[in-house]
């Protein structure tokens, strides 16, 4: 069974960082590709960013890019996100997803193609 736990999430004031963390346990990530999706209140799940199994493959959202950087880590089994530059309309809850073994090659922002969810950390922008 999959399992991942997010965290690094929480309060950050307009223009600020934080980096989130994705761990899995039972599992070896290298072998899959992994996205973080978000949520924030009253709108639907949107993926945000992407990364293969390899590394070699990213991809994000336009709203995001040129502030947040997706990156693994598989000696430390880790997908982190770091986030730059924050905006208020960046406060949500910031869900890890492993994606179909399947398609561990690629770097898609689908919920179909996701096997498993974290429970998701929220980060919240505000002054």
């Known amino acids: 069974q999959l399992h991942v736990v997010e965290s690094g999430g929480g309060l950050v004031q307009p223009g600020g960082s934080l980096k989130l963390s994705c761990a899995a346990s039972g599992f070896a990530l290298e072998d899959y590709g992994i996205a973080w999706f978000r949520q924030a209140p009253g709108k639907e799940r949107e993926g945000i960013s992407c990364?293969?199994?390899?590394?070699?493959?990213?991809n994000y959202v336009d709203s995001v890019k040129g502030r947040f950087t997706i990156s693994r880590d598989n000696n430390a089994n880790t997908v982190y996100l770091q986030m730059n530059n924050l905006k208020a309309e960046d406060t949500a809850v910031y869900f890890c997803?492993?994606?179909?073994?399947?398609?561990?090659?690629?770097?898609?922002?689908?919920?179909?193609?996701?096997?498993?969810w974290g429970q998701g950390t929220l980060v919240t922008v505000s002054s």
């Open positions: 990364i293969n199994k390899s590394g070699g493959l990213t």
């Open positions: 997803a492993v994606y179909w073994q399947s398609l561990a090659g690629l770097c898609i922002l689908a919920p179909g193609a996701v096997d498993a």
